[in-house]
Nanobody, 130 residues
């Protein structure tokens, strides 16, 4: 059974930094491995839909960021450790949301819709105070 657990969320002042981590396990149970999937970070603020934050292809060859986080957030992955990361710098109050790691089958349009997500993590709260 695939499980993805986020860590590293918390409360930070505007302008500060946080690093989210996502630990994945159980991928080989479904016939595929962690590095077969495009990995992504989505976020959801109260009363809003899921928003694609960033995604990274299995080989790191392709990376995409949402317009609102470009230049401030950096996504990375370690396939050997089955880990996904999101370094968040210069945080703003509008970044406040629940952040989820997600696995998708393809990189194309990876930020467009949460409906393409195959597996979700449990979520980590990020709160940025002004």
């Amino acid at each position: 059974q695939v499980q993805m657990v986020e860590s590293g969320g918390g409360l930070v002042q505007a302008g500060g930094s946080l690093r989210l981590s996502c630990t994945a396990s159980g991928f080989s149970d479904d016939g595929f491995d962690f590095d077969d999937y495009t990995m992504a970070w989505f976020r959801q603020a109260p009363g809003k839909e899921h928003e694609g934050v960033s995604c990274i292809s299995w080989s790191d060859g392709h990376i995409a960021y949402g317009d609102s986080v470009k230049g401030r957030f950096t996504i990375s992955r370690d396939n050997a450790k089955k880990m996904l990361y999101l370094q968040m710098d210069n945080l703003k109050p509008e970044d406040t949301a629940m952040y989820y790691c997600a696995a998708l089958e393809a990189f194309d349009n990876c930020l467009e819709s949460s409906e393409d997500v195959v597996y979700w993590g449990q979520g980590a709260q990020v709160t940025v105070s002004s």
